[in-house]
C-alpha cells in the first residue's frame, strides 16, 4: 500500500480485502470460544447498544419517532 494516500482513497480495495478476512477471523475465534450463555449476553449487549443508539438519533432529529415500534 502507498503511504501516500489515505486508506479510504480508492486503489485500497486489495488493503480494504485483508483487513476485513483478519477481522472476520478474529470475529469467528471469539465467537467459538464463547458458550451459549455468553452468546446471549453478548447479543443482549448489542441489542440494548442498537436500540439507545436508535433513540438517541430519534432525540436528535435524525430519524422519526416511529421508527423505535417499526
Same mark, same amino acid.
Request: charged content about 25%; hydrophobic content about 40%.
Given at each position: 500500500? =502507498?503511504? %501516500? !494516500? @489515505? &486508506?479510504?482513497?480508492?486503489?485500497?480495495e486489495?488493503?480494504?480485502a $485483508?483487513?476485513n478476512?483478519?477481522? %472476520?477471523g478474529?470475529?469467528?475465534?471469539?465467537? !467459538?470460544s464463547?458458550? @451459549? =450463555? +455468553?452468546?446471549?449476553?453478548?447479543g443482549?449487549k448489542? =441489542? +440494548?447498544?442498537?436500540? =439507545? &443508539?436508535?433513540?438517541?438519533?430519534?432525540?436528535?432529529?435524525?430519524? @422519526?419517532? $416511529?421508527?423505535?415500534w417499526?
Amino acid at each position: 500500500m =502507498s503511504t %501516500d !494516500k @489515505p &486508506l479510504l482513497a480508492s486503489g485500497n480495495e486489495a488493503e480494504w480485502a $485483508r483487513i476485513n478476512r483478519e477481522e %472476520d477471523g478474529q470475529r469467528r475465534a471469539i465467537a !467459538k470460544s464463547l458458550t @451459549p =450463555s +455468553q452468546r446471549i449476553a453478548h447479543g443482549q449487549k448489542l =441489542s +440494548q447498544q442498537a436500540v =439507545s &443508539l436508535l433513540a438517541a438519533s430519534i432525540r436528535a432529529g435524525h430519524a @422519526p419517532r $416511529r421508527a423505535l415500534w417499526s
